[in-house]
């Protein structure tokens, strides 16, 4: 089964499918510079230089999956009881952030109204400069969001609870214009695809 961007999982499928990716495009090359070397007999040849330019989008996929390779998914248990409290909240899971400075990996994103709830087990994950680039793209994006990142499962659980319990009232005087490019897709859903474009 597939696992999209923004679902429990991905980063286990994704590891898997940039591993074949990155081990595909590695074989071209050495492929055609071996069998240069097999026909002509010497290295020297326009083969050589082919399979060296050959490596260059392999070795960019390499970095790819060394930063897939890096994160730790969510743990199964805190999923389940994430997934429980969330109820019929816009959640998105195992997103990699990436900005110009830093890097963060946050497990969850609980979106409702005006308010984007993070949680993230990484402690080394800065929440505040996190938080603040999240916000700050959405802003740009015309979603007057609070964001907030909590590093503890309990508050994140009673929060989702509170987002759960007050989804209407907290969803209830905002104006919204569907995005004619996605249609189908309500304003939850667009700021969920907003933030997933900014992950990896």
């Known amino acids: 089964m597939k696992s999209n961007k923004g679902n429990y999982g991905y980063f286990q499928q994704e590891k898997k499918r940039r591993l074949l990716i990155t081990l595909g495009l590695f074989a071209i090359p050495l492929a055609v510079f071996f069998g240069g070397l097999l026909y002509y007999g010497k290295r020297e040849t326009v083969l050589t230089v082919i399979s060296i330019v050959g490596c260059l989008p392999a070795c960019r996929s390499m970095v790819n999956l060394i930063m897939v390779w890096m994160q730790k998914s969510l743990p199964q248990e805190e999923y389940q009881l994430i997934h429980e409290h969330a109820g019929e909240l816009t959640m998105a899971y195992e997103l990699y952030l990436t900005s110009q400075e830093k890097s963060s990996y946050v497990d ?93």
Request: hydrophobic residues 35%; charged residues 30%.
């Open 108 to 200: 969850a994103f609980a979106i409702c109204g005006n308010e984007v709830v993070g949680y993230s087990h990484d402690p080394k994950i800065d929440v505040k400069y996190t938080a603040s680039q999240v916000q700050k793209i959405l802003h740009q994006n015309g979603y007057r969001v609070n964001v907030k990142i909590l590093r503890d499962l309990q508050p994140y659980l009673d929060r989702l609870e509170s987002l759960q319990k007050n989804r209407e009232a907290l969803e209830k005087d905002i104006r919204f214009t569907p995005d004619e490019r996605y249609p189908n897709l309500s304003r939850n859903e667009l700021i969920k695809h907003t933030i997933l474009a900014i992950s990896l």
